[in-house]
Protein backbone atom coordinates (compact mmCIF):
# COMPACT_ATOMS: atom_id res chain seq x y z
CA UNK A 1 0.00 0.00 0.00
CA UNK A 2 1.61 3.62 -1.06
CA UNK A 3 2.49 5.93 0.69
CA UNK A 4 2.85 9.25 -1.25
CA UNK A 5 5.97 10.91 -0.24
CA UNK A 6 6.63 14.15 1.69
CA UNK A 7 9.45 16.15 3.79
CA UNK A 8 10.10 15.56 6.63
CA UNK A 9 11.25 17.39 10.05
CA UNK A 10 12.29 16.28 13.59
CA UNK A 11 12.80 19.44 15.97
CA UNK A 12 14.20 19.46 18.84
CA UNK A 13 12.31 22.00 20.24
CA UNK A 14 8.39 23.00 20.67
CA UNK A 15 9.02 26.66 19.56
CA UNK A 16 10.92 25.05 16.31
CA UNK A 17 8.75 22.98 15.82
CA UNK A 18 5.12 25.48 16.07
CA UNK A 19 8.02 28.01 13.88
CA UNK A 20 8.34 24.88 11.11
CA UNK A 21 4.61 24.75 11.12
CA UNK A 22 4.18 28.63 10.21
CA UNK A 23 6.81 28.14 7.88
CA UNK A 24 5.93 25.37 5.91
CA UNK A 25 2.31 26.40 5.47
CA UNK A 26 -1.09 24.99 5.43
CA UNK A 27 -0.18 21.32 4.21
CA UNK A 28 2.28 20.08 6.66
CA UNK A 29 0.74 18.00 9.14
CA UNK A 30 2.08 17.17 12.73
CA UNK A 31 2.78 13.30 13.51
CA UNK A 32 2.61 11.70 16.94
CA UNK A 33 2.01 7.44 17.10
CA UNK A 34 1.46 8.18 13.62
CA UNK A 35 -1.42 5.46 13.58
CA UNK A 36 -3.81 7.35 12.35
CA UNK A 37 -2.44 10.11 9.86
CA UNK A 38 -0.05 7.35 8.05
CA UNK A 39 -3.83 5.14 7.61
CA UNK A 40 -5.21 8.42 6.24
CA UNK A 41 -2.00 9.12 4.12
CA UNK A 42 -2.53 5.78 2.89
CA UNK A 43 -5.92 5.71 1.83
CA UNK A 44 -5.46 8.92 0.32
CA UNK A 45 -7.48 10.95 2.47
CA UNK A 46 -4.73 13.31 3.55
CA UNK A 47 -1.84 14.20 1.22
CA UNK A 48 0.75 16.63 3.61
CA UNK A 49 3.42 17.98 1.95
CA UNK A 50 5.66 17.55 4.95
CA UNK A 51 5.27 15.73 8.32
CA UNK A 52 6.66 17.47 11.39
CA UNK A 53 7.78 14.41 13.56
CA UNK A 54 7.29 15.35 17.78
CA UNK A 55 9.54 12.39 18.24
CA UNK A 56 12.17 14.48 19.77
CA UNK A 57 9.94 16.48 21.89
CA UNK A 58 10.60 14.16 25.19
CA UNK A 59 9.04 16.86 27.93
CA UNK A 60 5.61 15.91 25.96
CA UNK A 61 5.58 12.36 27.43
CA UNK A 62 5.62 13.32 30.71
CA UNK A 63 2.20 11.86 33.10
CA UNK A 64 2.00 13.94 36.57
CA UNK A 65 0.63 14.52 39.00
CA UNK A 66 0.22 18.09 41.01
CA UNK A 67 -2.28 19.05 44.17
CA UNK A 68 -2.79 22.47 42.44
CA UNK A 69 -2.65 21.52 38.61
CA UNK A 70 -4.13 17.82 39.20
CA UNK A 71 -3.14 15.41 36.26
CA UNK A 72 -0.75 16.54 33.55
CA UNK A 73 -0.41 14.17 30.38
CA UNK A 74 2.02 15.10 27.73
CA UNK A 75 0.21 14.76 24.56
CA UNK A 76 2.79 12.30 23.56
CA UNK A 77 2.11 9.88 26.21
CA UNK A 78 0.78 6.66 24.52
CA UNK A 79 -2.33 5.07 25.53
CA UNK A 80 -0.02 2.06 26.96
CA UNK A 81 1.68 4.33 28.85
CA UNK A 82 -1.71 5.92 30.22
CA UNK A 83 -3.11 2.92 30.82
CA UNK A 84 0.19 1.49 33.03
CA UNK A 85 0.77 4.74 34.42
CA UNK A 86 0.97 4.13 38.32
CA UNK A 87 -0.33 7.68 39.07
CA UNK A 88 -2.92 7.73 36.39
CA UNK A 89 -4.13 4.45 38.02
CA UNK A 90 -4.04 5.61 41.46
CA UNK A 91 -5.89 9.40 40.80
CA UNK A 92 -8.60 7.97 37.13
CA UNK A 93 -7.72 3.98 37.03
CA UNK A 94 -11.38 5.00 34.92
CA UNK A 95 -9.23 6.76 32.26
CA UNK A 96 -6.38 3.98 32.64
CA UNK A 97 -9.19 1.49 31.67
CA UNK A 98 -10.53 3.82 28.86
CA UNK A 99 -7.09 4.04 26.95
CA UNK A 100 -6.71 -0.06 27.63
CA UNK A 101 -10.22 -0.09 26.17
CA UNK A 102 -8.86 1.13 23.03
CA UNK A 103 -8.03 -0.36 19.61
CA UNK A 104 -5.02 -3.51 20.53
CA UNK A 105 -1.70 -3.64 22.30
CA UNK A 106 0.48 -2.74 19.26
CA UNK A 107 -1.61 0.71 18.19
CA UNK A 108 -1.85 1.17 22.43
CA UNK A 109 2.24 1.18 21.93
CA UNK A 110 2.07 4.15 19.00
CA UNK A 111 -0.99 5.96 19.33
CA UNK A 112 -0.48 9.15 21.71
CA UNK A 113 -3.63 10.54 24.11
CA UNK A 114 -2.65 14.06 21.78
CA UNK A 115 -3.24 12.35 18.35
CA UNK A 116 -6.53 10.24 19.52
CA UNK A 117 -7.54 14.17 20.62
CA UNK A 118 -7.09 15.73 17.54
CA UNK A 119 -7.65 13.09 15.16
CA UNK A 120 -11.26 14.18 16.18
CA UNK A 121 -13.03 10.91 15.31
CA UNK A 122 -16.54 10.55 16.84
CA UNK A 123 -15.77 6.93 18.29
CA UNK A 124 -12.94 8.10 20.09
CA UNK A 125 -12.37 6.47 23.22
CA UNK A 126 -10.51 9.06 25.52
CA UNK A 127 -12.40 12.37 24.79
CA UNK A 128 -16.08 11.09 26.73
CA UNK A 129 -14.22 9.65 29.89
CA UNK A 130 -11.92 13.36 29.71
CA UNK A 131 -15.34 15.21 29.34
CA UNK A 132 -16.46 13.68 31.75
CA UNK A 133 -13.80 14.42 34.49
CA UNK A 134 -13.82 17.87 33.47
CA UNK A 135 -10.13 17.89 31.51
CA UNK A 136 -8.61 20.84 29.17
CA UNK A 137 -6.21 20.86 26.85
CA UNK A 138 -3.11 23.37 26.22
CA UNK A 139 -2.75 24.27 22.38
CA UNK A 140 0.90 26.14 22.22
CA UNK A 141 1.27 28.25 19.15
CA UNK A 142 4.50 30.06 18.32
CA UNK A 143 3.79 32.90 20.29
CA UNK A 144 1.46 31.92 23.20
CA UNK A 145 -0.38 29.13 24.37
CA UNK A 146 -3.94 28.68 24.89
CA UNK A 147 -6.07 26.26 26.93
CA UNK A 148 -9.48 24.63 25.59
CA UNK A 149 -12.08 22.36 27.76
CA UNK A 150 -11.99 19.14 26.10
CA UNK A 151 -16.20 19.38 26.03
CA UNK A 152 -15.62 22.34 23.39
CA UNK A 153 -12.46 21.32 21.52
CA UNK A 154 -14.16 19.16 19.25
CA UNK A 155 -16.35 20.95 16.36
CA UNK A 156 -17.26 18.29 13.95
CA UNK A 157 -16.37 14.86 12.49
CA UNK A 158 -12.19 14.99 12.36
CA UNK A 159 -12.39 18.68 13.22
CA UNK A 160 -11.63 20.21 16.57
CA UNK A 161 -10.45 23.90 17.72
CA UNK A 162 -6.95 23.27 17.18
CA UNK A 163 -5.34 25.15 14.12
CA UNK A 164 -3.26 22.75 12.47
CA UNK A 165 -0.78 25.37 10.32
CA UNK A 166 -0.11 27.46 13.66
CA UNK A 167 -0.57 25.06 17.24
CA UNK A 168 0.58 21.98 18.74
CA UNK A 169 -1.82 20.17 21.21
CA UNK A 170 0.74 19.92 23.94
CA UNK A 171 -1.00 18.51 27.15
CA UNK A 172 -4.01 16.94 28.83
CA UNK A 173 -4.84 18.22 32.29
CA UNK A 174 -7.47 16.63 34.54
CA UNK A 175 -8.09 19.37 37.41
CA UNK A 176 -8.41 18.28 41.03
CA UNK A 177 -11.95 17.79 41.82
CA UNK A 178 -14.27 16.36 44.35
CA UNK A 179 -15.85 13.64 42.34
CA UNK A 180 -15.96 10.18 43.90
CA UNK A 181 -16.16 7.90 41.17
CA UNK A 182 -15.65 7.13 37.34
CA UNK A 183 -15.91 5.23 34.44
CA UNK A 184 -15.57 4.98 30.24
CA UNK A 185 -17.49 1.78 29.11
CA UNK A 186 -17.63 0.86 25.68
CA UNK A 187 -19.87 -1.26 22.80
CA UNK A 188 -17.49 -2.61 20.14
CA UNK A 189 -18.24 -5.21 17.77
CA UNK A 190 -15.40 -7.27 19.12
CA UNK A 191 -13.68 -6.93 22.35
CA UNK A 192 -10.34 -5.59 21.13
CA UNK A 193 -9.21 -3.80 18.06
CA UNK A 194 -12.73 -2.14 17.22
CA UNK A 195 -14.39 0.97 17.32
CA UNK A 196 -16.98 2.53 19.86
CA UNK A 197 -20.12 1.51 18.51
CA UNK A 198 -21.36 3.37 21.69
CA UNK A 199 -19.30 4.66 24.46
CA UNK A 200 -20.54 6.42 27.49
CA UNK A 201 -18.61 8.19 30.38
CA UNK A 202 -20.04 9.45 33.78
CA UNK A 203 -18.41 11.49 36.62
CA UNK A 204 -20.45 11.21 40.05
CA UNK A 205 -19.61 13.01 43.14
CA UNK A 206 -22.33 11.47 45.89
CA UNK A 207 -23.06 12.34 49.20
CA UNK A 208 -23.98 9.23 50.62
CA UNK A 209 -26.35 7.82 48.40
CA UNK A 210 -27.06 11.68 47.15
CA UNK A 211 -26.07 12.71 43.84
CA UNK A 212 -24.48 16.16 44.27
CA UNK A 213 -23.41 16.26 40.92
CA UNK A 214 -22.70 14.12 37.72
CA UNK A 215 -21.14 14.45 34.39
CA UNK A 216 -22.29 12.28 31.61
CA UNK A 217 -20.87 12.20 28.13
CA UNK A 218 -21.44 10.27 25.32
CA UNK A 219 -19.55 9.00 22.35
CA UNK A 220 -19.95 8.07 18.85
CA UNK A 221 -23.86 8.98 18.77
CA UNK A 222 -23.51 12.39 17.27
CA UNK A 223 -20.75 14.27 15.33
CA UNK A 224 -18.34 15.14 18.60
CA UNK A 225 -18.56 13.79 21.83
CA UNK A 226 -21.60 15.37 23.30
CA UNK A 227 -22.48 16.00 27.32
CA UNK A 228 -26.29 14.43 28.18
CA UNK A 229 -27.21 17.57 30.34
CA UNK A 230 -30.82 17.15 30.55
CA UNK A 231 -29.85 13.28 31.88
CA UNK A 232 -27.30 14.72 34.79
CA UNK A 233 -30.55 17.11 35.35
CA UNK A 234 -32.52 13.99 36.37
CA UNK A 235 -29.82 12.78 39.07
CA UNK A 236 -28.56 16.33 40.82
CA UNK A 237 -29.33 16.24 44.33
CA UNK A 238 -31.46 13.22 44.42
CA UNK A 239 -31.06 9.74 45.82
CA UNK A 240 -30.20 7.44 43.47
CA UNK A 241 -32.12 4.22 43.00
CA UNK A 242 -32.27 1.76 39.55
CA UNK A 243 -35.42 3.53 38.80
CA UNK A 244 -33.56 6.71 38.60
CA UNK A 245 -30.80 5.59 37.18
CA UNK A 246 -32.65 4.04 34.10
CA UNK A 247 -35.02 7.51 33.84
CA UNK A 248 -31.23 9.00 33.27
CA UNK A 249 -30.79 6.53 30.57
CA UNK A 250 -33.94 6.92 28.85
CA UNK A 251 -33.30 10.98 29.17
CA UNK A 252 -29.62 10.41 27.44
CA UNK A 253 -31.50 8.82 24.66
CA UNK A 254 -32.78 12.29 23.45
CA UNK A 255 -29.39 14.10 23.84
CA UNK A 256 -27.67 12.10 21.06
CA UNK A 257 -28.75 12.24 17.25
CA UNK A 258 -26.67 8.59 16.15
CA UNK A 259 -26.38 7.65 12.70
CA UNK A 260 -26.46 4.06 11.36
CA UNK A 261 -23.43 3.19 10.07
CA UNK A 262 -21.71 -0.12 9.47
CA UNK A 263 -21.56 -1.17 13.19
CA UNK A 264 -25.07 -0.32 13.48
CA UNK A 265 -28.18 1.19 13.29
CA UNK A 266 -29.30 4.71 15.22
CA UNK A 267 -32.27 2.65 16.63
CA UNK A 268 -29.90 -0.01 18.34
CA UNK A 269 -27.76 3.00 19.21
CA UNK A 270 -30.32 4.35 21.10
CA UNK A 271 -31.10 1.68 22.84
CA UNK A 272 -27.27 1.10 23.92
CA UNK A 273 -27.37 4.41 25.13
CA UNK A 274 -30.05 4.11 27.40
CA UNK A 275 -28.77 0.99 28.96
CA UNK A 276 -24.83 2.10 28.93
CA UNK A 277 -26.05 5.56 30.64
CA UNK A 278 -27.91 3.31 33.32
CA UNK A 279 -24.81 0.85 33.58
CA UNK A 280 -21.97 3.05 33.63
CA UNK A 281 -24.23 5.80 36.08
CA UNK A 282 -24.05 2.67 38.05
CA UNK A 283 -20.76 1.51 38.19
CA UNK A 284 -19.16 4.84 38.97
CA UNK A 285 -21.93 5.63 42.01
CA UNK A 286 -21.08 2.32 43.56
CA UNK A 287 -17.17 1.28 42.55
CA UNK A 288 -15.80 4.63 42.33
CA UNK A 289 -12.94 5.99 39.50
CA UNK A 290 -13.13 2.30 37.61
CA UNK B 1 19.76 11.07 11.15
CA UNK B 2 21.05 13.35 8.30
CA UNK B 3 19.31 14.42 5.31
CA UNK B 4 21.04 14.06 1.58
CA UNK B 5 19.03 15.13 -1.77
CA UNK B 6 20.37 13.65 -5.05
CA UNK B 7 20.80 15.77 -8.64
CA UNK B 8 17.04 15.50 -9.30
CA UNK B 9 16.75 16.43 -5.78
CA UNK B 10 14.33 13.62 -4.10
CA UNK B 11 15.68 13.76 -0.35
CA UNK B 12 17.21 10.85 1.51
CA UNK B 13 17.94 10.71 4.87
CA UNK B 14 20.69 7.78 6.57
CA UNK B 15 19.32 6.44 10.01
CA UNK B 16 20.69 4.49 12.01
CA UNK B 17 18.95 1.51 14.14
CA UNK B 18 19.74 -1.58 15.73
CA UNK B 19 18.03 -4.87 13.88
CA UNK B 20 18.49 -7.86 15.71
CA UNK B 21 21.44 -6.96 17.35
CA UNK B 22 22.90 -5.77 14.32
CA UNK B 23 23.48 -1.72 13.66
CA UNK B 24 22.47 -0.14 10.05
CA UNK B 25 22.98 2.56 8.86
CA UNK B 26 20.29 2.48 5.75
CA UNK B 27 19.47 5.16 3.14
CA UNK B 28 15.58 5.36 3.07
CA UNK B 29 13.35 7.91 1.81
CA UNK B 30 10.68 10.05 3.90
CA UNK B 31 7.89 7.70 3.03
CA UNK B 32 10.02 4.04 3.69
CA UNK B 33 7.96 2.39 6.40
CA UNK B 34 9.71 0.27 8.64
CA UNK B 35 8.15 -2.51 7.40
CA UNK B 36 9.44 -2.24 3.80
CA UNK B 37 13.00 -1.35 5.15
CA UNK B 38 13.02 -4.83 6.99
CA UNK B 39 11.48 -6.86 4.35
CA UNK B 40 13.12 -4.89 1.37
CA UNK B 41 16.51 -3.31 2.22
CA UNK B 42 17.38 -5.88 4.86
CA UNK B 43 16.03 -8.78 2.98
CA UNK B 44 13.89 -9.38 6.50
CA UNK B 45 11.01 -10.91 5.08
CA UNK B 46 9.69 -13.02 8.18
CA UNK B 47 7.74 -9.77 8.80
CA UNK B 48 4.62 -10.42 6.70
CA UNK B 49 2.46 -7.18 4.94
CA UNK B 50 -0.83 -8.27 5.91
CA UNK B 51 -3.80 -5.43 5.90
CA UNK B 52 -0.82 -2.67 5.68
CA UNK B 53 -3.58 -0.29 7.88
CA UNK B 54 -2.84 -1.54 11.57
CA UNK B 55 -5.74 -4.06 11.98
CA UNK B 56 -4.19 -7.87 11.23
CA UNK B 57 -0.76 -7.68 13.18
CA UNK B 58 1.00 -9.25 10.78
CA UNK B 59 3.67 -6.91 10.97
CA UNK B 60 4.09 -7.16 14.61
CA UNK B 61 8.21 -6.29 15.76
CA UNK B 62 9.88 -5.50 18.92
CA UNK B 63 10.36 -1.71 18.79
CA UNK B 64 12.63 -0.93 22.07
CA UNK B 65 11.04 -4.05 23.34
CA UNK B 66 7.38 -3.20 22.64
CA UNK B 67 5.05 -4.87 19.93
CA UNK B 68 4.16 -2.24 17.21
CA UNK B 69 2.77 -2.62 13.99
CA UNK B 70 5.99 -1.89 11.18
CA UNK B 71 3.38 -0.73 8.36
CA UNK B 72 2.76 2.42 10.50
CA UNK B 73 5.80 3.11 12.12
CA UNK B 74 7.64 5.53 9.50
CA UNK B 75 11.52 4.11 8.90
CA UNK B 76 12.31 7.76 10.05
CA UNK B 77 10.93 7.04 13.63
CA UNK B 78 12.83 4.22 13.79
CA UNK B 79 15.65 5.84 13.88
CA UNK B 80 18.07 5.42 17.03
CA UNK B 81 15.58 2.38 18.06
CA UNK B 82 16.31 -1.33 18.60
CA UNK B 83 14.17 -3.62 16.62
CA UNK B 84 13.75 -6.94 16.80
CA UNK B 85 11.94 -9.27 13.94
CA UNK B 86 11.62 -12.78 14.03
CA UNK B 87 14.77 -13.40 12.47
CA UNK B 88 16.40 -12.04 16.06
CA UNK B 89 13.98 -14.72 18.59
CA UNK B 90 16.02 -17.80 17.51
CA UNK B 91 19.11 -17.71 19.39
CA UNK B 92 22.84 -19.23 17.98
CA UNK B 93 20.78 -22.05 16.18
CA UNK B 94 18.32 -22.68 18.89
CA UNK B 95 14.36 -21.83 18.58
CA UNK B 96 13.06 -19.65 21.00
CA UNK B 97 11.16 -21.70 23.83
CA UNK B 98 8.16 -19.85 22.36
CA UNK B 99 8.98 -21.08 18.88
CA UNK B 100 9.64 -24.86 20.14
CA UNK B 101 6.06 -24.59 22.19
CA UNK B 102 4.38 -23.18 18.91
CA UNK B 103 5.77 -26.44 16.87
CA UNK B 104 4.53 -28.81 19.63
CA UNK B 105 0.96 -27.37 20.40
CA UNK B 106 0.31 -27.30 16.67
CA UNK B 107 -0.23 -23.52 16.88
CA UNK B 108 0.48 -22.91 13.08
CA UNK B 109 -1.14 -23.55 10.10
CA UNK B 110 -0.64 -21.20 6.92
CA UNK B 111 1.99 -19.32 9.33
CA UNK B 112 1.41 -16.03 8.09
CA UNK B 113 0.35 -14.52 11.58
CA UNK B 114 3.45 -16.41 13.09
CA UNK B 115 5.72 -14.33 13.23
CA UNK B 116 3.55 -11.67 14.52
CA UNK B 117 2.05 -14.13 16.96
CA UNK B 118 5.70 -14.98 18.95
CA UNK B 119 7.06 -11.39 19.17
CA UNK B 120 3.08 -10.34 20.45
CA UNK B 121 4.01 -13.43 22.63
CA UNK B 122 7.28 -12.61 23.08
CA UNK B 123 6.91 -9.43 24.79
CA UNK B 124 4.01 -10.32 27.05
CA UNK B 125 6.11 -13.55 28.44
CA UNK B 126 9.10 -10.69 29.23
CA UNK B 127 6.96 -8.44 31.35
CA UNK B 128 4.86 -11.07 32.63
CA UNK B 129 6.78 -14.12 32.92
CA UNK B 130 3.27 -16.18 33.98
CA UNK B 131 0.34 -14.82 32.41
CA UNK B 132 -3.39 -16.38 32.77
CA UNK B 133 -4.98 -16.82 29.77
CA UNK B 134 -7.10 -14.11 29.63
CA UNK B 135 -3.72 -12.00 29.64
CA UNK B 136 -2.38 -14.10 27.00
CA UNK B 137 -5.60 -13.66 24.76
CA UNK B 138 -5.03 -9.59 24.94
CA UNK B 139 -1.68 -9.53 24.33
CA UNK B 140 -2.17 -11.09 20.93
CA UNK B 141 -5.62 -9.37 20.28
CA UNK B 142 -4.09 -7.35 18.00
CA UNK B 143 -2.70 -10.28 15.61
CA UNK B 144 -5.72 -11.94 13.32
CA UNK B 145 -5.27 -15.81 12.65
CA UNK B 146 -7.56 -16.77 9.72
CA UNK B 147 -6.77 -20.17 10.21
CA UNK B 148 -8.87 -19.74 13.34
CA UNK B 149 -6.09 -21.44 15.26
CA UNK B 150 -6.39 -19.77 18.18
CA UNK B 151 -6.83 -22.43 21.09
CA UNK B 152 -3.41 -23.95 19.91
CA UNK B 153 -1.94 -20.88 19.97
CA UNK B 154 -3.01 -19.67 23.53
CA UNK B 155 -2.21 -22.89 24.91
CA UNK B 156 1.23 -23.15 22.97
CA UNK B 157 2.31 -19.64 24.65
CA UNK B 158 0.32 -20.79 27.89
CA UNK B 159 3.02 -23.59 27.62
CA UNK B 160 5.88 -21.82 26.83
CA UNK B 161 5.49 -19.95 30.25
CA UNK B 162 5.50 -23.01 31.88
CA UNK B 163 8.82 -23.80 31.09
CA UNK B 164 10.33 -21.39 33.18
CA UNK B 165 8.02 -21.38 36.01
Given amino acids: MYLPDFDYYAPESLTEATGLLMQLGTSARVLAGGTDILVKMKSGLLAPSALVSLKNLHELRRIRWDADRGLAIGALATHNEICNSAVVQERFLSLSEAAHKLANNQIRNRGTIGGNLVNAIPSADLPPILIALGAYVTLAGPNSSRTVPVESFFTGVSRCALEPEREILTEVVIPPQKTTGSTYIKFGLRRSGALAVVGVAAAVTMDGNVVRDVRICLGAVYKVPTRAIQAEQVLIGKTWTNDLLEQAGRTAVGCCLPISDIRGSAEYRRDLVRIFTRRALKRAITQGHV | ?165
Fill in chain 2, 1 to 165: MQAIADKQGVKRYIISLTVNGDEYSPVIKGNTLLVNLLRDGLDLTGTKKGCELGDCGSCTVLMDGKPVDACLVLALEADGCEIITIEGVAQHGELDRLQRSFIDNAAIQCGYCTPGMILSAKALLARNPHPTEPEVRAAIAGNLCRCTGYVNIVKAVLDAAEVTA
